[in-house]
């Protein structure tokens, strides 16, 4: 007979997630951004063996549902609507927002000069563009298509683009190991669609 599990989800930036961990919060699975899950297995928080790649991000530029969608295929494009934006929202990498320190990079070298509005994570960024609070938002994909009050425009062009892999592996203080190795091999399987839904590169 099948045992069913329940499955109960903490979300948060990479660095949040990788503090909360370090801090001994106790849980089964891991999913954090590649370096950072790597950092995790180096210092003993998570199991080496256990490492699974799930997939890989994008980061992409999002405006508010409705208004004009801009071309948006080269890095030309991309510095002519940084540069014309009335203000860019950004994850704050201070935060330990993944995506951050490579946005503020990024804008520097285009030359954008609209104030930026750092948030803690990507999403409330795409929140704020929805409701007409910033002008746009460049952050991961994942987080876009979970707003349905943005566009997202495209991806950023490769000359941009920061492609992130995201890991999972089971925590060295899981109370149900075995349980984590099975809920991992079923996301890496039948349940990569959810993946791939929510904007992730898979397989």
Known sequence: MMLRRAIRTETG?????????????AVDVVLNAGPALDALIRDGFAVAATRRE?????LALAIRRG??????QSEAELA???RAATSIGLSDGAAG??????????LDRLGATAPRIPFARGL???????????????????????????????????SAQLITPYVAAVATRAAD???AAAFMAFAAGDGAAF????GFAVG
């Open 97 to 106: 927002a993944t995506s951050g320190r490579h946005v503020t990079a990024l």
């Open 124 to 158: 409330a960024a795409v929140q704020a563009v929805a409701r007409g609070k910033v002008g746009l938002v460049i952050t991961q994909a994942s987080e876009i298509l979970a707003e349905p009050g943005a566009t997202l425009v495209a991806p950023l062009p490769e």
């Open 13 to 25: 930036n990479g660095g949040q997630v990788a503090a909360r961990l370090r801090a001994s919060e």
């Open 195 to 198: 993946f791939r839904a929510a």
């Open 67 to 72: 208004a004009p969608v801009p071309p948006l």
């Open 80 to 82: 002519a609507i940084l």
């Open 54 to 58: 799930m997939g890989r991000m994008r």
């Open 177 to 179: 190991p075995e349980g």
